[in-house]
T-cell receptor, first 111, second 117 residues
């Protein structure tokens, strides 16, 4: 099966930079995704890494190291609206490769 | 911008009753997913369709849950009978068919929040 670990909560101030780490275990790896979910809302896609390295999309970047089974989401120039839960999700496994989500990291941005 | 539609948004029912949720994916999206999300946890895949076919339902409690996507477009998830432990958010998502980065993106609907009393 697949399992993921990420911190349960992270706090930061407006304008700061925060990194949310994710380690995973899977038999067979296809890719690592990140989703954002505001309270009461639906998850929204942020990024996807299939190969090692850094992917940048505006203020958000995502990194993957397949050899370390590790990735992170980097949020820069934090804004109050970034307060949300962030989920890493891995697609892997043998046979059918479904997307498995982590338990999420709750980010609280304060003024 | 196209969105995934779900109804109802909220459902309160008593245990042992039947409930049904409906999902209309983004037009052209061949892959449809039903997830269950318990408060404080990540979404858990219940069933995945490719067009009208089920490609994975390994986590679907088949003694009480059923899902169909008869014409390969909209889908219905049913629970009969509902149990207290079924209280959760039920999310529907859709994506394009294939394996590219673009096709990896899943678009989620607003969800149906179910409360079983």
């Amino acid at each position: 099966g697949q399992s993921l670990e990420q911190p349960s909560e992270v706090t930061a101030v407006e304008g700061a930079i925060v990194q949310i780490n994710c380690t995973y275990q899977t038999s067979g790896f296809y890719g690592l995704s990140w989703y954002q979910q505001h309270d009461g809302g639906a998850p929204t896609f942020l990024s996807y890494n299939a190969l090692d390295g850094l992917e940048e999309t505006g203020r958000f970047s995502s990194f993957l190291s397949r050899s370390d089974s590790y990735g992170y989401l980097l949020l820069q120039e934090l804004q109050m609206k970034d307060s949300a839960s962030y989920f890493c999700a891995v697609r892997g496994g043998t046979g059918f490769q479904k997307l498995v989500f982590g338990t999420g990291t709750r980010l609280l941005v304060s003024p | 911008e196209a969105e995934v539609a779900q109804s109802p948004r909220y459902k309160i029912t008593e245990k042992s009753q039947a409930v049904a949720f409906w999902c209309d994916p983004i037009s052209g999206h061949a892959t449809l997913y039903w997830y269950r999300q318990i408060l404080g946890q990540g979404p858990e895949l219940l069933v995945q369709f490719q067009d009208e076919s089920v490609v994975d339902d390994s986590q679907l409690p088949k003694d009480r849950f059923s899902a169909e996507r008869l014409k390969g477009v909209d889908s219905t998830l049913k629970i009969q009978p509902a149990e207290l432990g079924d209280s959760a958010m039920y999310l529907c998502a859709s994506s394009l068919k294939g394996a590219t980065r673009h096709q990896e993106t899943q678009y989620f609907g607003p969800g149906t929040r179910l409360l079983v009393l």
